[in-house]
């Protein structure tokens, strides 16, 4: 009972003292986010069809939405808040994914979430206005959803949908998912798993261009003009 004790406080601390280095040091130099306080001023200031961007068709949707609903002045520091939320729920799923594959105790495990939290890229971009902290969320949840999932079409069908939804949040974020959730398919010899999110994720990448191309695309051309 003491070492449970004992290995729950260690736990919860650990976590504090992880969680208070990310989110206390502020970040004082934005020179290397060039983007986000045009970001920010955007989501600010324009309409939703002239916010969206084609490489980021659903970021800055989600961004003007989140400050929308806010009903802050400023955007800036609502969506730095929003980032850094997604940082954090991004390291939580880390955390399960890390338990779920590994044999790892759980406080080994946070010594390897902090490892992530602290790399440069991610506690650096983790708490700015960029389209990074959003893109990881959403990374991780489309492998936990098909890891989570059962093996069957319907675990394709998932699949397919959730890379597809990462895909326009932001464009790099498609193959390195489809190849890393595709390959755990194969792995686990679950053809029908593989074969079904290959045609419904090609079906529904199709669509979602179509639909960008003929609606999306002309709307920023008119918010631009």
Not at 109 to 132: D, N
Request: net charge positive.
């Amino acid at each position: 009972m003491n070492h449970f004790l004992s290995s729950r406080l260690s736990f919860g601390l650990l976590s504090l003292l992880i969680a208070g280095l990310f989110y206390l040091p502020p970040i004082r130099n934005h020179t290397e986010a060039e983007d986000a306080f045009w970001y920010a001023r955007n989501v600010e200031v324009y309409s939703y069809s002239e916010v969206a961007r084609p490489n980021h068709r659903l970021y800055h949707l989600v961004a003007k939405a989140t400050y929308d609903l806010s009903g802050q002045d400023r955007s800036f520091p609502v969506l730095v808040a929003f980032s850094a939320f997604s940082s954090g729920a991004a390291l939580v799923l880390f955390y399960y994914l890390i338990k779920k594959f590994t044999v790892c105790s759980p406080i080994a495990s946070l010594g390897w979430v902090a490892c992530l939290a602290f790399s440069y890229g991610f506690w650096r971009y983790g708490r700015e206005v960029e389209a990074y902290a959003l893109g990881w969320l959403v990374s991780l949840t489309v492998l936990t959803c098909v890891f989570r999932s059962k093996e069957g079409w319907l675990r394709g069908i998932l699949f397919a949908l959730m890379v597809v939804l990462a895909l326009n949040f932001h464009r790099a974020l498609g193959p390195p998912l489809a190849a890393t959730g595709l390959g755990y398919l194969l792995i686990k010899k679950q053809w029908r798993s593989s074969i079904v999110s290959l045609a419904v994720g090609a079906s529904l990448y199709l669509l979602s261009e179509t639909f960008f191309k003929m609606f999306l695309k002309p709307l920023l051309k008119k918010g631009k003009s």
